[in-house]
């Protein structure tokens, strides 16, 4: 009996060795965040775009599972992916713009992951996401945001990655990786499949005033919209071709047989409302839309769209819901598994918030505006412009203001979101203390004036 026992108690003890010395390690799940700056989910294959922009993301996507109406907190890169990585509001994060880092005591994905053995590594292609502006380097073990300028190339990224990965620790690992392409300035790219499509000039733009033009400044407006809706494709291809790159480097070091990759974008990019090429402004769908798709281990529910509405604080506890991670007190986002696995869920509207402009900006914005979104419905407050309302299911381009013909919808939908901004005090902003040098390079993305 003694001598059972005594084995029972060495086995036990070997077990409680191994796990300490990361012995099986290597069995649990990596988790892979690929993300791309300012792309539309309407210029994606896989969402029926119709030019092959995106094989190698369609590819991808079309091995998971696609939520087709997600849509970001705000349309602003920081406090977007703020919001992607602690799964709470730009209110509760603090980052309510460019140059605003996450506030102290935040917890994020990173800081979870860290504390569950993760080796945690971040590869970032723009200031906005640097640590000095948004704050996300927490928990991260390396945080490679070391480029001059204000931006890197999705190239320049993958070879830093390459780097990383040819002296790779035992895992598992947390790998973020964000491309900076498409945002503008759009750029030609040749070699990828739209590489050769060199767009033409096709007319000026035909709706102008005053405020556009001055928005206007960065790009020639005789070209004509299509012109730069070319580029933009023709970027989105460039930045596919390079996930390609990435993908095959990751699978080639087996590094994608045990992961979860999470494909999401922070906001998408105004090509309409007479707001061209930009982002940030204004709520309309083409600039709160996201793409958002996640691919489990094996190909679990590959094929699968889901078209409920879902949100970006929605990331981190569906990654620690699906890992069996607490997450932290103080989180507003939902898990996505219960969507995943096929369950009835109830519907939950969206709040969206764009910064306040304390004066007029070089497209003539002041104040703010805040947003509820329903499957069917958006309404808009803004504290300058008075309010719209949207019936998103017949008017995807948000063209018809129903507010004044709707007085009972946008009543109910009015009093939600007030009710929601005295809750979450939104209406209260501070600007960041920027030094010269992040001024600048803010300035030089558009982001201040």
Known sequence: MKSILAVIVAFVLVLTLAFWAGWFESSRPNIILI??????????????????????????????VLFAQAVCQMPMTAP???????????????????????REGIVSLAELLSEQGYRCAAF????????????????????????????RSAEGTNARIAAYLNDLPSGPHFLWVHYFEPHRPYEFHTGSTLGDERPPPEGPLN???????????????????????????????????QIGVL??????????????????????????????????????ESSVRIALAFVFPENQDSGRRIDALVQSVDVMPTVCDWLGVRLPQGGEG???MPLIRGEDVRPEPAFLERRLYQKPNMAGVDGKQHAIRTEEWKYILDTEKGEELYRLTED???????????????????????EWIAEARTDCDEAPDLDEEAREKLKALGYIQ
Do not use: Q, W
């Open 35 to 64: 993300s791309v700056d300012t792309l539309r989910p309407d210029h994606l294959g896989c969402c029926g775009y119709d030019r092959p922009t995106s094989p190698t993301i369609d590819a991808l996507v079309s091995r998971g």
């Open 80 to 102: 977007s992916f703020c919001s992607i990585m602690t799964g709470t509001y730009p209110h509760t994060h603090g980052s309510r713009m460019n140059g605003m880092p996450l």
């Open 124 to 151: 970032v292609s723009s200031y906005t996401v640097s640590d000095e502006s948004s704050g996300l380097g927490l928990g991260f073990d390396t945080f490679d945001d070391d480029f001059r300028d204000k931006e």
């Open 207 to 241: 709706t102008m005033d005053d405020a556009i033009v001055a928005v206007g400044r960065a790009f020639d407006l005789s070209l004509g919209l299509h012109h730069y809706v070319r580029l933009y494709d023709g970027e989105i291809a460039h930045a596919d071709d």
């Open 247 to 284: 993908l095959t480097d990751l699978a080639a070091r087996g590094l994608l047989e045990n992961s979860l990759i999470v494909f999401v974008s922070d906001h998408g990019e105004s090509f309409d409302h007479a707001f061209y090429c930009r982002h940030g402004l204004f709520l309309y």
């Open 334 to 336: 939902r898990s996505l």
């Open 396 to 418: 995807r381009g948000e063209l018809l203001n129903l507010a004044e013909s709707e007085p009972e919808r946008a009543a109910e939908l009015r009093k939600k979101l007030k």
